[in-house]
């Protein structure tokens, strides 16, 4: 590969601030980590840089390399559409006068920009668009943008409902360093149930909430941000063997996961996200799913048609109806109370090295280069 000899560097570009434990930004740092065994690696950010030293960066996300982290926008708050553009052009300005050996784009608007100026680059997107965004993506049919565009989705049905060419698109789901995770051998487990992730609409707290009710012998541990929990759980009595831990680093949750006898992924049939009035069922790539798998414990999860080309019944996980609580909580307890069930964990920590950040960033390559 021609970038892997190749002393310009690969430009990165996003939208998030530092710090940030949201997937989307673990997902950025961890390919950038990855590109970085290849290539030196700039990352444009449009937030203003703050005392968050990249030392610090690279212990709460276990980064293993180092790269450049940029900001040439400096805003102090959350972008509109016209601060997007203003990012954009500044970007266009920038790599105009840089040598580099590739860009990949997590900003929609900077690739368009960059694109109708002639600079070729990769344009990756996880989620359908709306608004402003969704008028701003029809740029991509000019045919001057299309000629330096390519397109990294998550699933095929995205790439159905963006409308895009299968002869510049390719398919890549996330990915999980499996070595951040270390094997529990010391057969002593936290005697409960755990879910680590967002608690949007969909994600399954309502269904771990009437799990809870139901057996109130077994003990479930939450892990994420309180305040995406929904407004009616403010109303409501929560058992006593529901505990919400509170947000933890990424870090923090290759530690704790592996400890925990049973991982649940309880997602409903419609699953939300931060952006209102998106459901991500049909097209959804998790990152808590391959975080599960690299725990190495056993995964309970919907039997959701999205993810069930990793997820395989009673191979590396339990597959059941999202809201069929007398089967999950029967499933459950076999796990929690029986020993013979170790096997879902392994097989899972086995599979999953195919999904690998590392395998990811090496495919990207071959496809820009193509």
């Given at each position: 590969m021609k970038i892997f000899k190749s002393k310009n560097k690969i430009i990165y570009i996003a939208e998030f601030s530092l710090p940030n434990m949201s997937a989307y930004a673990v997902h950025v740092l961890k390919m950038c980590d990855n590109f970085s065994r290849f290539s030196k690696v700039e990352l444009i950010l449009p937030y203003k840089k703050n005392k968050y030293s990249f030392s610090k960066i690279k212990k709460d996300y276990n980064l293993k390399n180092k790269f450049e982290i940029k900001s040439v926008f400096n805003s102090k708050s959350i972008?509109?559409?016209?601060?997007?553009?203003?990012?954009a052009l500044k970007i266009k300005s920038y790599v105009k006068?840089?040598?580099?050996?590739?860009?990949?784009?997590?900003?929609?608007?900077?690739?368009?920009?960059?694109?109708?100026?002639?600079?070729?680059?990769?344009?990756?997107?996880?989620?359908?668009?709306?608004?402003?965004?969704?008028?701003?993506?029809k740029l991509k049919n000019i045919k001057n943008?299309?000629?330096?565009?390519?397109?990294?989705?998550?699933?095929f049905e995205l790439?159905?409902?963006?409308?895009?060419?299968?002869?510049?698109?390719?398919?890549?789901?996330?990915?999980?360093?499996?070595?951040?995770?270390?094997?529990n051998n010391s057969k002593k487990f936290i005697e409960a149930c755990a879910y680590s992730g967002s608690f949007a609409a969909g994600k399954g707290i309502e269904i771990i909430y009437s799990l809870a009710k139901k057996s109130p012998e077994i003990e479930f541990h939450a892990y994420g941000n309180i305040n995406t929990l929904?407004?009616?759980?403010?109303?409501?009595?929560?058992?006593?063997?529901?505990?919400?831990?509170?947000?933890?680093?990424y870090n923090k949750v290759t530690k704790i996961l592996p400890k925990y006898k049973l991982l649940l992924m309880p997602?409903?049939?419609?699953?939300?996200?931060l952006i209102k009035g998106i459901d991500v069922s049909k097209y959804f790539s998790p990152l808590k799913l391959f975080e599960y798998m690299a725990s190495g414990r056993p995964i309970i999860a919907s039997n959701l048609k999205v993810y069930r080309n990793i997820l395989k019944h009673n191979h590396n996980s339990i597959l059941l109806k999202q809201n069929n609580i007398t089967a999950w909580?029967?499933?459950?307890?076999?796990?929690?109370?029986?020993?013979?069930?170790?096997?879902?964990?392994?097989?899972?920590?086995?599979?999953?090295?195919n999904y690998s950040w590392k395998l990811r960033a090496q495919k990207i390559i071959k496809f820009y280069e193509k």
């Open positions: 972008l509109n559409l016209f601060d997007r553009i203003v990012f006068n840089t040598q580099f050996s590739m860009i990949i784009s997590r900003s929609i608007i900077p690739s368009l920009i960059l694109g109708y100026y002639n600079i070729k680059n990769i344009l990756e997107i996880h989620t359908e668009l709306t608004g402003a965004t969704k008028c701003f993506f943008v299309i000629k330096n565009l390519k397109f990294i989705v998550i699933n790439v159905k409902i963006l409308g895009l060419n299968n002869n510049n698109t390719i398919i890549l789901e996330d990915a999980v360093e499996a070595n951040d995770f270390k094997t929904d407004k009616k759980f403010k109303y409501m009595s929560i058992p006593k063997n529901l505990h919400f831990m509170g947000f933890v680093s997602y409903q049939n419609k699953v939300g996200v909580t029967i499933a459950i307890k076999k796990i929690m109370y029986k020993k013979n069930y170790s096997y879902l964990g392994k097989n899972a920590k086995n599979n999953v090295k």
